[in-house]
């Protein structure tokens, strides 16, 4: 027989974990399902060097800071360490093991369906988050390469290839983090940008760029770029130097255009200038020992490192996806009722931090859901 609650809240990350805190601050009856057997289970499984791109103090989850030894931009673990600790501190209880298959719309209400489990509530948060999935393309004679191949969400560190060509594929923050890594470790990594780059700095003169964004936040997207166009090309300079492709608009109508978040350079730049990262182009096939990039240059590599990016594939067991999510399946909305009754929380790509966004999106919806 169903369980009868007023909020199922589907995923224990940070967006999940934030809703149940609000829902809770509210007095408002849920449960929060989470397939792992842990808190945090991305963050868990990334790559080592991993760190959070926003600054502590603009990341937040609500009603708890970070602790004051943590460093400004902290390491993976640390992020994990802050999740079970929000957890057990603010006295959540998710329920592990509980894989959603369906979630669907029904006279009762939404009905929830685990492998064992089901549900029925007035209201559903989705909260599965923009990297459920890896995003994993295909190239002409990628089943002929003989090497290592994997994409981003496997990679650990780049110890295997100590001295070795590594290629990454992208040009997203995590590819260039993994490049980071690879030297770091002794490898020689190689970038394969496909497209147009936008990069800003992480910080200028000790200011996160990100606090820089909050305050012109109010602006439109293409007065602020202009605004912050100096800016860049004082910390920056122009890419095309770099061997890379200008995009031609800036980063927060990249943003609103395309849901995608421009590099915040924490070191890249340095080491392309100093010849340490190598840049190509696309990659248009592959061989049994390498690549073919679309200028026609062949080079052979020990290992590709697919930084493709995640997909967040909520059509997998949202019925209603077609509805709630658009033709590329990213939801409508997050932070706001999409249907009746259905919220997202932690799905919007947010120019002054992901962390701070959730945060603000979780009160919105647990004050939607206590208001009905």
């Known amino acids: 027989m169903a369980e009868r609650v007023n909020t199922v809240v589907v995923g224990a990350s940070a967006a999940g974990l934030s809703t149940a805190c609000c829902l809770s601050r509210e007095g408002v009856e849920h449960v929060l399902l989470e397939q792992k057997e842990c808190v945090a289970s991305a963050w868990r499984n990334h790559y080592e060097r991993l760190h959070l791109h926003t600054s502590k103090p603009l990341s937040a989850l609500p009603y708890r800071n970070w602790g004051a030894e943590i460093e400004n931009y902290p390491p993976r673990l640390d992020v994990v360490k802050y999740l079970e600790a929000y957890a057990e501190d603010l006295k959540l209880k998710p329920r592990f093991g509980q894989n959603v298959q369906r979630i669907e719309r029904d006279s009762d209400g939404w009905r929830t369906t685990t492998q064992d489990s ?179 240059r062949e080079e052979e590599f020990a ?11 909520v059509s997998d067991f949202l019925a209603e996806a077609a509805q709630a999510c658009t033709k590329d399946g990213v939801p409508k909305k997050s932070g706001h009722e999409v249907l009746p009754g259905l919220y997202f929380c932690g799905f919007h790509v947010s120019p002054t931090g992901m962390l701070r966004e959730i945060a603000i999106e979780a009160k919105r919806i647990a004050r939607s859901v206590a208001s009905v």
């Not at 470790?185 to 996160?208: E, F, H, M, Q």
Request: include cysteine; charge should be positive.
């Open 118 to 296: 089901e549900y029925v509530s007035e209201n559903v948060v989705v909260a599965t988050g923009n990297t459920r999935v890896p995003y994993v393309p295909s190239w002409p004679g990628q089943n002929d390469y003989r090497r290592d191949l994997m994409h981003s969400s496997k990679y650990k560190n780049g110890d295997p290839w100590k001295g070795e060509r590594v290629l990454v594929v992208g040009f997203g923050n995590s590819a260039c983090e993994i490049a980071i890594d690879l030297h770091e470790r002794g490898a020689k990594p190689t970038l394969a940008v496909r497209s147009g780059v936008n990069i800003i700095p992480r910080d200028v003169l000790g200011v996160p760029i990100l606090a820089i964004g909050i305050s012109v936040s109010f602006l439109p997207p293409e007065v602020a770029d202009v605004m912050a166009w100096p800016l860049i090309q004082a910390t920056i300079g122009d890419v095309r130097k770099l061997g890379l492709k200008k995009l031609p608009y800036g980063p927060l109508v990249q943003i609103q255009k395309h849901g995608r978040i421009p590099l915040l350079d924490i070191g890249t730049v340095a080491l392309i200038k100093k010849g340490a990262i190598e840049v190509r182009p696309s990659v248009e096939r592959f061989t049994e020992s390498g690549v073919v990039f679309t200028d026609g």
């Open 303 to 313: 290992a590709v490192v697919l930084g493709t990016g995640y997909r967040p594939a």
